[in-house]
């Protein structure tokens, strides 16, 4: 695992946001085709499993794993598509944290939080 200073995290979130907002936009495509990949996978288990448009589905698909990989190349964890939630590991007083970002929030990163604690432990840096 990378573990980033502030000043290093804050250095990479341009890139990571741009990433970031790729992996958000497709994640909104991948939900669009939520209830026609449900029918195929019906029909799959009786048989048939035919989906309209399947091969643009997976191009999707496979677009949202190559942002998630370069965002895991970087060092920088995804926790949330939708939301464009993001964690950077770090040391905080002796032991690992995350530094937290997410889509909407300013230029820097502002919360931390410990490993267990999750986006509801949130603490202002």
């Known amino acids: 695992m990378k573990l980033f200073t502030l000043e290093e995290a804050n250095a990479l ?3 990571a946001r741009r990433i970031v907002e790729a ?3 497709t994640h909104e495509r991948v939900a669009s085709f939520r209830d026609t990949a449900r ?7 009786l048989g048939g499993g035919f989906m309209p448009g399947g091969l643009k589905y997976v191009a999707v698909l ?5 942002r998630c990989g370069e965002l895991e190349a970087l060092g920088v964890q995804i926790k949330d598509y939708g939301r464009g939630l993001i964690d950077f590991p770090s040391i905080r ?3 690992v944290v995350l530094l937290c970002w997410q889509l909407g929030e300013g230029d820097e990163i502002e919360w931390w939080h410990d ?4 986006f509801a432990g949130r603490q202002p840096i």
Do not use: K, S
Not at 62 to 66: G, R, V
């Open 13 to 15: 979130l341009p890139t």
């Open 115 to 118: 490993m267990e604690a999750g």
């Open 93 to 95: 007083d002796g032991r």
């Open 39 to 45: 029918r195929a996978v019906e029909g799959a288990e």
């Open 23 to 25: 992996v958000a936009r």
């Open 62 to 66: 496979m677009n949202l794993a190559e």
